[in-house]
């Protein structure tokens, strides 16, 4: 009777088998027969079902030929588990991905989607009211700009009129040094005029 194989190597064998590699690959790969690989593989058919494992082997040949990785493969069933967690169907999501795809920004919009998704959950709003929120906001925002406008001519004219005061109170501050009084510039405008 043949030693037995090091859980290793089937470990091995196993993960060559499902990654699409061929019998005598495997064989080669791993310093063993490929009636030890067949045995191995047989072994593993027996605790799932025929249809199951020939199944993953034909995705894990597909995937290879691809280009994918198991890791890849595995990253899209993870995608997919978050797709049916959604509820959207599969029609739904192929077109987003081509809306995505044919965008002329797609991680600009990628990025918007991520906002109004954490803007929906951080102010416990519903996506049915958010364009109303956003409107609300907009409204909000019109009238802000509007109040400091409005201000800003109340400050504007206030400054006109401090200005004319302290051009009064420099022309009173002389009119003090050359001992005239503001009454007598007065009286000198009179005469000025009637001259």
Same mark, same amino acid.
């Given at each position: ?17 499902? #990654?699409? &590699?061929?019998?005598?690959? !495997?064989?080669?790969? %791993?310093?063993? +027969?490929?009636?030890?690989? $067949?045995?191995? *593989? ?60 044919? #965008?002329? &920004?797609?991680?600009?919009? !990628?990025?918007?989607? %991520?906002?109004? +998704?954490?803007?929906?959950? $951080?102010?416990? *709003? ?70």
């Amino acid at each position: 009777m043949p030693p037995p194989i090091d859980a290793q190597i089937r470990g091995q064998v196993i993960k060559e088998w499902f #990654s699409g &590699e061929t019998r005598d690959e !495997i064989a080669a790969n %791993n310093g063993i +027969a490929a009636g030890t690989v $067949s045995n191995i *593989i047989n072994h593993l058919k027996k605790g799932i079902d025929i249809s199951e494992f020939n199944s993953i082997r034909e995705l894990a040949v597909f995937s290879k030929k691809e280009g994918m990785t198991l890791s890849d493969v595995a990253s899209h069933v993870r995608s997919n588990n978050y797709f049916k967690k959604l509820g959207a169907n599969q029609d739904q999501i192929e077109t987003l991905i081509a809306d995505l795809v044919n #965008s002329p &920004e797609p991680e600009k919009l !990628i990025d918007v989607a %991520n906002q109004v +998704a954490h803007l929906s959950r $951080s102010e416990s *709003i519903r996506l049915e009211d958010l364009e109303k929120h956003v409107k609300q906001k907009r409204e909000e925002k019109q009238m802000l700009e509007d109040e400091i406008n409005q201000r800003r001519l109340i400050l504007e004219s206030t400054d006109v009129e401090i200005q004319t005061i302290n051009e009064y109170n420099q022309l009173k501050a002389e009119l003090m040094m050359h001992h005239h009084s503001p009454e007598e510039l007065d009286k000198l405008l009179t005469v000025l005029k009637r001259f």
